[in-house]
């Protein structure tokens, strides 16, 4: 029995041991591995190379930075297509050829494409028949300052003409000034890195200056702001409704976020009426006219993931881990193609049901927006009727500025990119005023298409197509698709070439 028992013991023994040894074993991996993770993640941190001030090739600071460059890189991909939106290319006017007729008279007319996002953004401006085709002896419609978001080339030339200038403000202003062409070879990074980050400490650094000035303006220091602060506040750089201010400095069509009176759309349009700005004069109705650009920020300010303190880089570039290492997923894109990581890190239902929770939002916000677009384009039309049988300026003024607010209201909302998502009650408010503007303006027009002697219903115009909705109002899209074509094939090329002999020039520099 004793012999039984000491066996059994021995047994055990060596079985506490093996055990013990694989434990052991076990934590010694697990050390190793947690000390190869600090290695690889301290080294990563240790930069590579002194990026230079304002520093505008995100392959420079990938040298650096290889985890985020990497993850920009993959903003190159366009293959991701949502219910409404994505980053495909899709002619928006082909889908919607109504926004022919409410743009009549604008560039957006001419040419809207979805974005594809920032890998294009310097492409896209460069192709789109809006900016025209600028050659020797033609100029582009449109100033520089339609670069300013485009490129982080733009806080590298604004910063080299404040040197020149030895003024703020005037340095920003010259960058402003002149037609679009003239700094075409300057602008061809795609928007990266230098665009938010310092080039020193990588903190995030606000670089265009309309946005700190719109601040500065109500009081308010941006540069003393929180860090999730700021993971906002580098997007509101660009996606903001702004204007071109040509009063503030002569000569220059001056960046201005019109917030002085407030962030809503009813006191950006209040800003806008006070000082009688309009964008541009409609070809049809001829009513003085408000382009909502993105303002995005704006309707972001009143949803609820802004009233929680989630910024908009919690969502469109979330955090992400490798190797040890927790780094910022530089892939700016829609969350609903990186649900796990973007929503799903806080609420918990299947990524199927979270998606169809934003397409139900849509659907119910473009419902109604699909029917003040209706509404608009009646009104417009209308209106070129009244002005056609002999309708004054005094009796056309009332119903002018209620056709400028409902598309006002329209537009705020169609542009905010997202906005149906963002702050669904919010857009969904400002829609249905514009539902009640538009109806208001369309019976003082009915009242006074009856005075005029027209008594009959203005009919619908045939606007099936894009291509028929540009011939409704006059556009000649043959003579500007041949011009951008001649624009690609004799100035582009010579753009090119100039910066890349820049870039070789800077380098050379050291």
């Known amino acids: 029995m004793n012999t039984e028992n000491k066996s059994k013991k021995k047994i055990m023994n060596w079985l506490f041991f093996v055990v013990a040894m694989i434990i052991v074993f076990m934590l010694g991996l697990l050390a190793s591995s947690v000390m190869e993770r600090r290695t690889e993640a301290a080294y990563v941190s240790v930069p590579k190379n002194e990026i230079s001030d304002f520093e505008p090739r995100n392959e420079v600071w990938g040298e650096n930075y290889p985890r985020e460059y990497q993850s920009w890189k993959r903003t190159a991909d366009t293959n991701f297509r949502s219910k409404y939106n994505g980053n495909a290319m899709i002619d928006m006017l082909e889908v919607d050829p109504r926004l022919v007729v409410l743009w009549a008279g604008y560039g957006f007319a001419k040419d809207y494409n979805q974005g594809r996002g920032h890998f294009y953004a310097v492409t896209d401006i460069q192709n789109t028949l809006r900016t025209g085709g600028p050659i020797e002896g033609r100029n582009s ?37 002149g037609k679009w062409e003239t700094k075409g070879h300057e602008i061809v990074n795609a928007i990266g890195c230098a665009d938010c980050h310092d080039t020193k400490t990588m903190n995030l650094k606000i670089t265009r200056p309309a946005l700190i000035e719109a601040f500065q303006r109500n009081g308010k220091d941006i540069t003393q702001v929180s860090h999730q602060e700021m993971r906002s506040l580098v997007c509101a750089q660009c996606h903001v409704e702004y204007y071109f201010d040509k009063t503030k400095v002569e000569g220059s069509p001056y960046l201005t976020l019109p917030w002085d009176k407030g962030m809503t759309a009813e006191k950006m349009e209040e800003y806008y009426d006070e000082r009688e700005f309009s964008d541009w004069t409609h070809a049809l109705s001829k009513a003085p006219m408000l382009k909502a650009q993105h303002p995005g920020y704006e309707v972001y300010l009143t949803g609820i993931h802004a009233e929680r303190g989630v910024s908009c880089a919690d969502c469109h570039m979330p955090y992400h881990s490798e190797g040890g290492q927790k780094y910022t997923d530089h892939q700016l894109q829609s969350p609903l193609n990186n649900v796990a990581n973007s929503c799903q890190v806080c609420h918990r239902e299947d990524a199927h049901k979270l998606i169809q929770n934003v397409y139900d939002r849509q659907d119910k916000i473009i419902e109604n927006r699909d029917k003040l677009e209706e509404l608009l384009v009646r009104a417009h039309v209308e209106a070129k009727v009244a002005w056609d049988l002999g309708a004054n300026d005094e009796q056309m003024k009332d119903i002018l500025m209620d056709i400028r607010h409902a598309q006002w209201r329209w537009d ?78 004799q100035t582009l090329p010579k753009w090119l070439t100039q910066a890349a002999e820049r870039e070789s020039n800077y380098d050379k520099k050291g």
């Not at 490129?151 to 590298?156: G, L, W």
């Not at 003409?161 to 005037?170: P, R, S, V």
């Not at 909302?413 to 149906?420: D, K, W, Y």
Request: hydrophobic share 35%; aromatic share 8%.
């Open 141 to 177: 419609p449109m100033p520089n300052t339609c670069w300013t978001c485009k490129s982080p080339d733009v806080p590298r030339v604004m910063n080299e003409l404040i040197a020149q200038e030895g003024d703020f403000t005037k340095g920003v202003a010259a960058f402003y000034a």
């Open 412 to 489: 705020y909302a169609a542009a905010s990119h997202g906005g149906s998502f963002h702050s669904p009650v919010e857009i969904g408010r400002v829609i249905s005023t514009g539902i009640t503007i538009a109806q208001e303006g369309r019976i003082k027009l009915a009242r006074l298409l009856s005075s005029l002697g027209h008594t009959n219903p203005v009919p619908y115009p045939d606007i099936e197509t894009k291509a028929k909705a540009q011939e409704y109002i006059g556009l000649p899209m043959e003579k500007l698709k041949q011009e951008k074509q001649e624009f690609k094939e």
